[in-house]
């Protein structure tokens, strides 16, 4: 009796802008509440609205946010919130 070991890739979404300037930050957050690639979808296209922003990268699997780009975290807690979901503190 043998076993089959099966992977399922989880997709990231990442939307890159430009190259960083010496004026640009990376932060990383947690978003609570995402349970599936629409979540990461909705979250990802709100932050990338946000002026400043380069690049944005989400993780379901962790809930993972890193954002590069000159804006500050109240702005990117907005986007979350706007999206449907919370920053953890």
Excluded at 69 to 75: K, L
Aim: hydrophobic share 45%; net charge negative; aromatic share 6%.
């Amino acid at each position: 009796m043998g076993y089959v070991l099966a992977f399922q890739a989880i997709p990231r979404y990442r939307i890159e802008r430009v190259l960083m300037s010496h004026t640009d930050t990376v932060r990383e957050y947690t978003v609570l509440g995402m349970t599936c690639e629409h979540c990461v979808l909705s979250v990802t296209e709100e932050v990338s609205e946000v002026a400043g922003v380069q690049n944005v990268d989400v993780e379901l699997a962790s809930g993972r946010l890193v954002v590069v780009g000159d804006v500050s975290e109240h702005a990117v807690r907005d986007a979350v919130a706007e999206a449907g979901y919370e920053v953890a503190s």
